[in-house]
DNA sequence: CTCGGATCGTCTGGACTCGGACGATCCTAT
DNA sequence: ATAGGATCGTCCGAGTCCAGACGATCCGAG
C-alpha cells in the first residue's frame, strides 16, 4: 500500500490531482497530504512518523494490549511495530511491562510524558484538519466522514463474498 | 508517506477505522482499501502496482513527456519511476524513444497493447469505485471528489504561506 | 510430569525507496 | 570553437519494510 512518493517538490505539487476523476488516485493524494502536514508535526515534537502518534493514541486509551494486538489495531506490521515501540520506549512515552500471567507477552503502556506529547500532537491534527477543511460546512463534513469510512469498511465486507 | 501497513490479514480486516473521527485515518483506510483492491486486479493482469497503471494512464494520452516530467506528474520519485518503465518495457508495454533534438531526454510512449492493458485496468478500476460507491447517490459523489480534490490542493496551497 | 503444538516477541534476508553522485548531452557566453 | 554550467537518465548506498524463521513460553492430551 505505501506506493506513491513523497511530496519533497516545491514547486508542482498539486499535480498528484491531475487525475480528478479518479477516486482513488484522490484519496491517495488527499491522504499524503494530510500525512506529509502531520508528519512535519510529528517531527517537531521528537516523534517520527504518523505512525508513532497513532501507536501513541491508540495507547492512550489505557486498554491492556499485546503487542499483536496492538499491531492489528493500528494496521502496522508487528514486525515494525518493534522499532516504533523501540522509539518510543527510549524517549520515554511508553513502557513495556511482562504480563505476569503469561511471560511471552509484553504490555505497551503509555507513560505520562507519552499522554503530554499525544496531546500536543492531537491539536496540531486539529488544526491541520481545520485548515485542510475550511470553508466547508458542518452537514458536508459529516458526510465526507461518512463517506470515507463506509469506502474502508464495504470493501472489508466486500472481500470475503468474492 | 508510505506509512501504513498493507492488510494481509483476513480477518481482522475493519480496524483501520478504530479511530472513525480523525480525518487522516480514515483518508489513508479509504485509500488502503482502494489500493489493496486495484493491486489485486493489477496483477491479475500483468501489472505491479497501481502504480504501473498510473503511469500507463498517464501515457495513454500520447502526450510527449519526459521521465522528469512523467516522474512529476504521476507523484513517483524520478529513480522508482525507472524500475516501473523497465518493467513496463520489458512487457513491451511502452516504448522508450530518444528525443533527437536533444540526445539526453527518452520519451516514453504506450505500444498498442500497452493501450489495451491499460483499458482492461481501466474497468477493473471503474468496477471497484462503483462498488466502494455503492449506493452513494451523484451528488454526493460529485462532493466526495470535490472535497478531496480541495483537500489535497489547499494544503498544497497552504504550505508556501507557511 | 512431560511432550507436542500453538502463540508470543524478536531477528534476519531479500526487496523496495529515494537522496545524492555520476556520465552524457545540451546551451550560453565569450 | 570551446569552456562552464545546467539538465537529462541512471546508478549507488543508506534506510525501511515485511514474510518467514527462531527461541521462549504457554497449554492440553496422555
Redo the contacts between chains.
Keep these: ?7 519533497t ?2 514547486t ?28 512535519l508535526a510529528a517531527v517537531e515534537m521528537g516523534l517520527n ?3 508513532d502518534w ?1 501507536v501513541l ?2 495507547l492512550d486509551d489505557g486498554r491492556q494490549r499485546t503487542q499483536l494486538e496492538l499491531s ?6 508487528k514486525t ?1 511495530l518493534i522499532s516504533v515501540l523501540d522509539r518510543l520506549e527510549k524517549h520515554e512515552l511508553i513502557v513495556r511491562s511482562v504480563d505476569p500471567s503469561d511471560r511471552r507477552v509484553r504490555i505497551p503502556q503509555i507513560t505520562s510524558t507519552g499522554r503530554k506529547v499525544y496531546a500536543k500532537f492531537a491539536v496540531a ?1 486539529d488544526v ?2 481545520a ?4 470553508g ?1 460546512d458542518q452537514a ?1 463534513r459529516a ?3 461518512d ?14 463474498a468474492s
Excluded: S, W, Y
Design positions: 500500500m505505501g506506493t506513491f512518493a513523497k511530496n517538490d516545491d508542482e505539487l498539486a499535480l498528484c490531482a491531475a487525475f480528478p476523476t479518479d477516486l482513488t488516485m484522490l484519496l491517495h493524494a488527499a491522504a499524503g497530504r494530510m500525512t506529509d502536514d502531520l508528519d512518523d504518523v505512525r497513532l493514541a491508540a492489528r489495531v493500528v494496521c502496522v506490521d515494525t491534527r491541520a484538519e485548515r485542510a477543511l475550511n466547508v458536508e458526510l465526507l466522514l463517506l470515507l469510512a463506509r469506502i474502508a469498511d464495504r470493501q472489508a465486507a466486500a472481500l470475503p
